[in-house]
Every structure is written in structure tokens, then in C-alpha cells.
């Protein structure tokens, strides 16, 4: 049997993780898997997918004034709006087969599966991108959206590969 180029394996991972997140509840937005969907047993079989190879991409973003200054109120709403706008914004960005889902407050998750470290970072870069200065509109006052980026390294543990490993490996990175 011929092996899959790199191109047919992406799309045979991208088909396969597209059937398993129709199956994955989203959270109230809409716009993204509801977090407590990634369970071990999810992520050790998106790993498997991608033939052991999970990359994962913790987004952090922050709303800032048009200066470049975080506002220091807390204005209510705001921080969901720009959370909407930031997953809208993911979730058109993203390749097939990656999942996206909010994993705290300000916090967005990207699962890669069958992404090594190198491409991780690639691919991270990209979506930070899409979503940094992305703006809106929020009582009167016109906002931008800042977005820090961390690389999940091989987080697993006993049972597998877990989120909040990945996700505290990826907060790491960003404090580096």
C-alpha cells in the first residue's frame, strides 16, 4: 500500500478530527468546543489521529485602547465581546482538523493534531496574528485586540496527553 504524501495525511487526520469534533459539545458562544470536551480520552485520540504527534496553541488576548494602552477598568462586556471576536477570528483561521475552545477567561486553546513542535510555532504565529489588532467597538470607545502566544510542549501525563498540561506548558513559553 502507498504511503500518504504529506498532503493526503493532513487531509485523512483533517477528516477524521472534523468527524470527532461534530460529536464534541461547544460552549455557549457557539463558536468554539466547550472546554471541558477535552478530555484525555479526546486528546489521546486526536494524538493517534496524527500519529502521535499533538501540537497545542494557548492564545492569550487582551483588550487595548487605540494607544496601545490596556484600559484599567473593568467594563462589563467588553472582555466577552472581544473573546467572540478573537474565536470568530480563529475559527476562520484555522487549518482542518484543529479545534479551537476557550479555556478561561481570556484564554483560547488551538489543538493541532498531527502538528510537531516547529509547525506548532508556525502555525501559532499565524493565528496571533489574525487576531492581534483586530478592532471593535465597546461603549463609546474604540478598542484593539492584543494577543500573546504559547507553544503546548509534549504534555502528557499517566493517562495521556491532558489540557491543563498542556495548557500550564504553554503558559511557560509565554513567560520566557
Known amino acids: 500500500m502507498p504511503q500518504d504524501t504529506g498532503e493526503q495525511a493532513r487531509d485523512r487526520v483533517a477528516r477524521e478530527a472534523n468527524s470527532l469534533r461534530a460529536s464534541l459539545p461547544l460552549d455557549p458562544t457557539g463558536t468554539s468546543i466547550a472546554a471541558s ?9 486526536l494524538a493517534t489521529l496524527g500519529g502521535g504527534h499533538l501540537g497545542g496553541v494557548l492564545l492569550i488576548v ?7 494602552v490596556q484600559p484599567l ?3 462589563p ?6 473573546i467572540v471576536i478573537a474565536l470568530r ?22 489543538i493541532l493534531p ?12 499565524r493565528l496571533a496574528g489574525d487576531v492581534a489588532g483586530n478592532e471593535f467597538w465597546h461603549a463609546d470607545t474604540q478598542m484593539t485586540i492584543a494577543c500573546e502566544m504559547g507553544l ?6 499517566a493517562g495521556g496527553y491532558e489540557v491543563a498540561a498542556m495548557i500550564e506548558s504553554a503558559r511557560r513559553t509565554i513567560l520566557k
Open 37 to 45: 470536551a477535552l478530555t484525555s480520552d479526546v486528546l489521546n485520540r
Open 62 to 68: 487582551t483588550p487595548r485602547l487605540m494607544s496601545g
Open 73 to 75: 477598568d473593568e467594563a
Open 77 to 82: 462586556g467588553r472582555d466577552d465581546q472581544m
Open 89 to 110: 477570528r480563529v475559527a476562520q483561521s484555522i487549518r482542518k482538523g484543529d479545534l479551537v475552545c476557550r479555556v478561561s477567561g481570556n484564554e483560547l486553546m488551538c
Open 114 to 125: 498531527g502538528t510537531g513542535p516547529l509547525e506548532a510555532r508556525s502555525v501559532g504565529r
Open 152 to 157: 503546548a510542549s509534549r504534555a502528557s501525563g
